[in-house]
Structure formats: C-alpha cells, structure tokens
C-alpha cells in the first residue's frame, strides 16, 4: 500500500505477536514470575496493572528501552476508550501544514498506522520503525502511568490521555474481543463482565488506570491532558482547541475563522472514517472495521442488565471516592 508519507505503512497483524515462548529470555523468565490469570486472554499482573501475555514484552522492553524525543506527543488510554479517535484528531491537528485534506495519510491508512502503539512495535521487535517516523511524531501507549517509561515521565513531551465510562468500555471491548480470531471460543459477555470487575483485563482495572494519570495530571497539568470520551462527543471543538493548544499548536485567528477547528472535526468524525476503504478493510487479525462500531455513549444499555449495570457503577463509585473526578 501506497502512503502519503512514505515513512507510515500498516501496522504488522496481532498475530505477528510472538508467543511467550519465543519471547527475550530475560523478558520471559520475569513474566514467568508474575501472577496469572488462566481465562481464555492470557493475563500477568505487573506494576499492579494486567496485561495480556502476549502483549508483556513489548511494555517490558518500552521501559527499559524506548527514549522519546522532546517534541514527541504521547496518546495514553485504557483500551477502548477513543483512542482511535484521538489518533485521528492529533495527527490531523498536529500535521495540518503537512497534509491537504484531499491528500491525507487518513484516507488510506486506518489511525492507528498513523499513530503506533510503542509497546507493540516493541513486542513486534519492529521498534526499528518507530525511529524512521519523521519529527514531530505522535505515538500511543495503553500503559498505565506506573509502567510508562521513565523516559517518558521525565520528558519534555506531552501526554494526552482519553478516558471514557467504563461500562462502555467494557461493552466496546467485549464486542472487540468476541471478534479476535486467535481466541477459538471467546468469553460469554458474563464472562468478560466478571473479568472487568476484577480489572482482569489488558490495562485493568480500568479505574486504577484513569485515576493514576487524572492524579499526576493535578500535579502536572502541563505535562498531562486528560480527555473525556463523552465530553469530546457533546462539545469537540472545546476538545480539538485544548488538545491543539496543550501539544503547542494552537490555530490562529485565521484557522479560527475559515472553520478549520470543524473540518477536522468532521473529517475525523466516526462516519466519514468508517466509511472510508481502508477502515472497511477485512485484511489482518485486528481489522480496521473493528475500531468502528458504534462510536455513542449509552451503548452499555443493549448488553447489560440493570442488575450488572448497578454493580459496576457501584464499583466506580467506590473507587472514585474521594478523587473530584467524574467520566
Ligand atoms: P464502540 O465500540 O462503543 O462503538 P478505541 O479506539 O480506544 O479502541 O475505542 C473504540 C471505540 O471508539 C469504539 O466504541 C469505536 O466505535 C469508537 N470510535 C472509533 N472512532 C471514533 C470516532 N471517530 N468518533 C467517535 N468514536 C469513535
């Protein structure tokens, strides 16, 4: 496939992922050590967070690796919480002296070729390529903030996080996982429900996750943008402005007033992305169709009983006792 930039190309499939027997041994002899969690997603417990098996290596060698540059931009998030929207809406924002809307990356790449996650081109040991991406880069991560890399922490460079409600999460990732091919009998949504709750899933448990980075964003309000899926869906010209100003380019008056702010609005908008070739595409493991489903808020109410939906805001109550946040 051809790209605007010919640096960009498509991410390598989840399948590429190597199994833990074929991982680094320093890598895999820790993960051996690491609590585990048997259900059909293999998951280790590390730093307090879960993560897939498969998925381990590459945030282990992130850490100890990975050196951002200074004008990097970082996209963090709990899976399934927008990031594929906030990928598109950055890199449009970040590169609109670069690219022409008829001319776009976008319009032949799905968002995340556009923006790679670090931890899988470690895990593809492709980190290679993250190197070849021209400067200002904006890359993603769904590392808990414990288990980002010191590099990054101490960096100059912003991290913009998106955080959503999480029993839409976790219907937006029940629906993902059902679809992956490697699990030959996926979870029942019962199943997935419990998993949740107990934050066994990749990245969980989702509150931990979103409090670590809202917390050091108190602390740091210049270092880390905290995005609300929901917010960015009511009012995303307030979300487009902030996210331009806080990764350093704000529009002018000029964009301002010739509506630029809207056009990539709307040219990052669920529909128009959807219906592109390239997001319909049935090539791969995790196929770009994947990351577009509903794109709402409320969807939660067409999976889960009202007695399962009470207990999972009953846990988001608890934990988020005594932070002032709310998704
Ligand atoms: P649903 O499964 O509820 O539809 P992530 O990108 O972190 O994997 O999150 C995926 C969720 O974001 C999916 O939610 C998907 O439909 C939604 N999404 C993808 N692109 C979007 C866009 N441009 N605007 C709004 N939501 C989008």
Known sequence: MEAKDSKLRPRPPLTALP?????????????????????????????????????LPGILAMQEVFKPRPNDVILASFPKSGA?????????????????????????????????????HYAYRDEQYLETLPSPRVLATHSAYSTLPESIMTSTCPIVYICREPKDVLVSYWHMITKLEYLK?????????????????????????????????????????????????????????????FIGCPFSEDELKNGLVEKIIEFCSFDKLKDLDVNKNEIG?????????????????NCMTPVMANKLDKITEEKLRGFSFTF
């Open 19 to 55: 199994e833990l027997d074929e991982t680094d041994s320093k890598y895999k002899e820790l993960i051996l050590t690491l609590p585990k969690d048997e259900e059909r997603v293999k998951h280790r417990k590390y730093q307090g967070f879960w993560y897939s098996e498969r998925h």
């Open 84 to 120: 594929t929207w906030l990928k598109a809406l950055t890199f449009t924002t970040m590169h609109r002296d670069k690219y022409a809307f008829s001319d776009h990356p976008l319009l032949e790449l799905n968002p995340h070729d556009c923006v790679p996650f670090i931890e899988n």
């Open 185 to 245: 009998e996926p979870p029942s949504f019962a199943q997935t429900f419990e998993s949740f709750c107990e934050g066994r899933v990749h990245g969980g448990p989702v509150w931990e996750h979103v409090l670590e980075y809202y917390t050091k964003s108190l602390c740091n309000p210049e270092k880390i943008l905290i995005l609300k899926y929901k917010q960015m869906l009511e009012c995303p010209i307030d979300g487009v402005m902030r996210l331009a100003n």
């Open 285 to 301: 493991n995790l196929k770009n169709s994947y990351f577009f489903r509903k794109g709402t808020v409320g969807d939660w109410k």
